[in-house]
């Protein structure tokens, strides 16, 4: 079922109405006919001379800016440059033990002749070394966050 009148031109006409009885839009039909409201509004009286208008500053621009953009601002030389990215940790050894067991899977996997190994011994071994290799990653993940021994936070962590 919708939530609109069956006649939406009688809804609208009806919205309009209510508002014109507020009075809302009385002098816009002044507007729309400028013959009408100089007949019936009074005749002005002549103008008083007008002040001598000071100097003013031009007007800004957009922004604010008074002068245009030159592109040639933006040059290559003058960029944000990152600071240098902290040094990676060092591999603890059963991190390095579970790359192992992960890169001889796949090698076991994809070449088993390698080692002289036929593929019915090799894939079982294989799949054994890297599901060993993934679970060892996975458990030795951190759970918890170091605590910063400089007092700084590193913002919101989910």
């Known amino acids: ?74 040059t290559d030389d003058e960029h944000y440059v990152p600071p240098e990215p902290p040094p990676l940790p060092r591999l603890r050894p059963l991190t390095i033990v579970a790359l192992v067991l992960i890169l001889a899977a796949v090698v076991l996997l994809v070449l088993p002749g390698v080692i002289g190994l036929d593929a019915r011994i090799g ?14 990653l996975l458990l030795r993940i951190r759970q918890t966050p170091k605590e910063p021994e400089d007092g700084r936070d590193d913002g919101a962590q989910i």
């Open 1 to 74: 079922m919708s939530d609109r009148p069956e006649d939406v031109d009688a809804a609208f006409a009806a919205i309009v109405a209510d508002l014109e009885r507020e009075g809302l839009g009385s002098n816009l039909s002044d507007l729309d006919d400028p013959g009408s409201a100089e007949e019936t509004t009074a005749p002005a009286p002549p103008p008083a001379p007008a002040p001598k208008p000071q100097s003013s500053p031009p007007p800004a621009a957009w922004r604010g800016q008074e002068t245009e953009w030159d592109w040639t601002w933006g």
């Open 123 to 136: 894939t079982p071994i294989a799949l054994v070394a890297l599901t060993c290799g993934g679970a060892m």
